[in-house]
């Protein structure tokens, strides 16, 4: 079988099948990692209970993926400096992993 074709789980060869699913998960990768990181924005933003367990484990999910640009942006107002501090990573993430999929969708 050659190397740019891969079997679809039916017996069936399709080229590109493993290129289009790993762009698939890359792709979605990148969404999740977005979606968690807007998701505390906007718990923090509408004031929701941080003692709630849901709340702190978007919250925990949240931090460990923008360990890196915490307080890249010191802001007098809270809300400006969280929306910055998360809203940069999940900005990355998205444009990352969109960009990176398509890029692997094409090889």
Do not use: C, K
């Not at 807007?38 to 209970?49: K, M, P, R, S, V």
């Not at 931090?63 to 107002?77: E, H, N, R, V």
């Amino acid at each position: 079988m050659p190397a740019n074709h891969s079997s679809d789980g039916y017996g069936h060869n399709r080229p590109g099948l493993g290129a289009n699913r790993a762009a698939l998960i890359i792709h979605t990768i990148g969404d999740v990692a977005a979606g968690f990181l807007g998701l505390w924005i906007l718990l923090y933003l509408l004031e929701a209970n941080q003692g709630n367990v849901f709340v702190e484990f978007v919250h925990g999910v949240a931090d460990a993926l923008a360990w890196w640009s915490q307080d890249i942006f010191t802001m007098d107002g809270e809300g400006v400096r969280v929306f910055l501090n998360y809203g940069l990573p999940a900005g990355l993430y998205l444009l990352l992993g969109h960009g990176i999929a398509a890029r692997v969708r094409r090889i």
